[in-house]
T-cell receptor
Framework: GAVVSQHPSWVICKSGTSVKIECRSL??????MFWYRQFPKQSLMLMAT?????????EQGVEKDKFLINHASLTLSTLTVTSAHPEDSSFYICSARGPSGGGNEQFFGPGTRLTVL | SQKIEQNSEALNIQEGKTATLTCNYT??????LQWYRQDPGRGPVFLLLIRENEKEKRKERLKVTFDTTLKQSLFHITASQPADSATYLC????????FGAGTRLTVKP
């Protein structure tokens, strides 16, 4: 089946530093990847939609200069949280739209727990 | 504004019983509706997809119904097992994908 990986699985950083999270589709090509953020006991909130070779589309209220997304290849998208602050601490999850015929099925990565001190 | 509500934050049932989870939505016309399972600290795992023109879908012990008039989907797990304990999310898809907050199911032995 389609597998999506994320790296790192968790990261702790100091306030003001930047953190890069990688999302890879391991056995299929993903023209579209999605980045979500999930706070405890809350729903997944879509942050941005990332298309290979073009600029990401950000949801309302998500700062594109703070959350930099790069979708450089059909199997890799990166999210960089710049100048992270404690309020950015959250669970970040990526997903990739599945192979053709999936009916809009998305495959999710295992998530990255970011803690900003 | 668009709203997706899942019936309760938590649901506790006895092993062997049928668990029924509800997903209601307003101000939305999804083309598809999906159900996902999420374990603590993990990403969601896809379970079932149902299209707007389908009434019911089954997969092993799972059954999903979709009523576009009531704007509601029901998710059933029959013969529930402790291993079914997890948070279950409904997701509505049209041009984008929106998730409900989830229902945390606990199946007690």
């Amino acid at each position: 089946g389609a597998v999506v990986s994320q790296h790192p699985s968790w990261v702790i950083c100091k306030s003001g530093t930047s953190v890069k999270i990688e999302c890879r589709s391991l056995d299929f090509q993903a023209t579209t990847m999605f980045w979500y953020r999930q706070f405890p006991k809350q729903s997944l909130m879509l942050m941005a939609t990332s298309n290979e070779g073009s600029k990401a589309t950000y949801e309302q209220g998500v700062e594109k200069d703070k959350f930099l997304i790069n979708h450089a290849s059909l199997t890799l998208s990166t999210l960089t949280v710049t100048s992270a602050h404690p309020e950015d601490s959250s669970f970040y999850i990526c997903s990739a739209r599945g192979p053709s015929g999936g009916g809009n099925e998305q495959f999710f990565g295992p998530g990255t727990r970011l803690t900003v001190l | 504004s668009q709203k997706i509500e899942q019936n309760s934050e938590a649901l506790n049932i006895q092993e062997g019983k049928t668990a029924t989870l509800t997903c209601n939505y307003t101000n939305y016309s999804p083309a598809y509706l999906q159900w996902y399972r999420q374990d603590p600290g993990r990403g969601p795992v896809f379970l079932l997809l149902i299209r707007e023109n389908e009434k019911e879908k089954r997969k092993e012990r799972l059954k999903v119904t979709f009523d576009t008039t009531l704007k509601q989907s029901l998710f059933h797990i029959t013969a529930s097992q402790p291993a079914d304990s997890a948070t279950y999310l409904c997701a509505l898809i049209n041009n984008d994908m929106r998730f409900g907050a989830g229902t945390r199911l606990t199946v007690k032995p």
